[in-house]
């Protein structure tokens, strides 16, 4: 039986790559050196690819400069996902927000209000890591053909 000449000129269809632009929102470093040292390479995101902010007006100012077909995941502490949420909830750019933050119960109704934009609450690194990675995947399967760009912005409260 002859092999198709389908077969003999198959073709592998590439994902396309996404970059993903990392940054860490917080008034002091430390926790977003730790957690780029302990999981950035984990999650195949290379540290030039994190950027820190260490407040409000450092992390708006880089969204300005964020242009379509970008996109934006945001990681942000309780307290700061409350002040800024008003302020980014039409943001096109902005495709979701993860909430990292000890106390999960004080941010429940905040999910609530805008289950649009906050995909989760985590309170501990470890979960933070895990559901990144799940839906890291889960966005690049989804933005298939798409050149999208993705930029997360860890803020992390204390």
Known sequence: ????????????????????????LDKDDKQYNKFVRSYGNQLGINERLWTYCK?????FHYLQNIQ??????????????KEIIE???????LFCIYI?????????????????KIVDIVSDSKVLYQKLKNDLQAFRTMEL????????CLLYCS
């Open 145 to 152: 053909g798409m050149s999208s760009y993705f930029f997360l």
């Open 68 to 81: 379509l077909p970008e996109k934006v995941i945001l990681i942000s502490s309780g307290a700061l996902a």
């Open 55 to 59: 407040n409000k007006e450092s992390l």
């Open 1 to 24: 039986m002859a092999a198709s000449r389908e077969n003999d000129r198959s073709v592998e269809v590439e994902e396309l790559p996404l970059i993903f632009s990392f940054a860490w």
């Open 100 to 116: 990292f933050c000890y106390k999960i119960e004080n941010y429940t109704k905040l999910q609530e209000n805008y289950p649009e």
């Open 87 to 93: 302020d980014v909830k039409n943001e096109e750019t």
